[in-house]
């Protein structure tokens, strides 16, 4: 593969204000959230090439799900301030993102898909925190917006929306899109047979994962929904009155 230049990063990089002129002429408000994730996202990524020599370079178990943990920190950390209550928030979503992605990760190595080893370990598990972390801020969100005071109801379409996009992923695979890893095994010279074994593991896997965290986030966070709007309802309708 040829390598990306300098010049092209930039170019890409410029093309981000594309978006930002869009959400500043529809008054969408996410010139901001846009303008620092890509900033933050970056940085974040050549700061990672730059020392992923090193993190690949761990031995010791405790090391390595030391950094997976720091992995789902911060992504439920990210996640939380979606919710109605932050701390709580956060174990939910801790939790909601640990089971996800450690019990995808035992079934990797139980299988012997994965050695342990860092190089292995540590991107599979970014993966999935990330699966995760979109899942799980779709079902905070949709549980804020949601209108409903039926509480299956509120949980099941929270639930239903934060699954939506993996399943249309899957939907369109092969046919409208040739996904990343098996594109990425191909140019490296794996043969295609080979690539669609693992890019197919991986799709299954992220639906389970997108699967178990957004259920767990949206049973336990409609407590702490419910019992807050249910503490906020009489303070507000006597400010009204």
Not at 59 to 80: D, N, Q
Not at 149 to 175: F, S, V, Y
Not at 209 to 214: D, F, L, W
Request: proline content about 3%; overall charge positive.
């Amino acid at each position: 593969m040829q390598e990306i230049d300098n010049t092209a990063l930039l170019a890409i990089l410029l093309f981000i204000f594309v978006p930002i002129f869009v959400s500043y002429k529809q008054a969408l408000k996410l010139e901001k959230d846009i303008l620092w994730s890509s900033l933050r996202g970056f940085v974040q990524l050549l700061l990672l090439g730059y020392f992923i020599s090193h993190i690949f370079s761990f031995e010791r178990w405790y090391v390595i799900l030391g950094y997976v943990l720091i992995m789902v920190i911060t992504a439920s950390m990210s996640v939380s301030k979606r919710g109605i209550e932050f701390k709580r928030t956060f174990w939910i979503v801790f939790l909601g993102i640990t089971v996800s992605v450690s019990s995808s990760i035992c079934l990797w190595l139980v299988f012997r898909v994965i050695p342990f080893q860092a190089q292995y370990i540590i991107p599979v598990a970014g993966m999935f925190s990330g699966t995760a972390m979109v899942a799980s801020g779709v079902v905070l969100e949709s549980m804020k917006k949601e209108e409903s005071k039926n509480e299956k109801e509120i949980k099941r379409n929270a639930i239903k929306i934060a699954m939506i996009p993996t399943i249309d992923t899957l939907k369109t695979m092969g046919l409208v899109q040739i996904p990343g890893t098996m594109t990425g095994m191909i140019l490296a010279g794996a043969e295609p047979i080979a690539a669609v074994k693992y890019q197919i593991f991986i799709v299954f896997t992220l639906l389970v994962v997108a699967s178990i965290s957004s259920i767990i986030v949206g049973i336990l966070n409609y407590r702490v929904f419910y019992q807050t709007n249910i503490f906020q309802q009489p303070y507000e309708n006597n400010l009204s009155s």
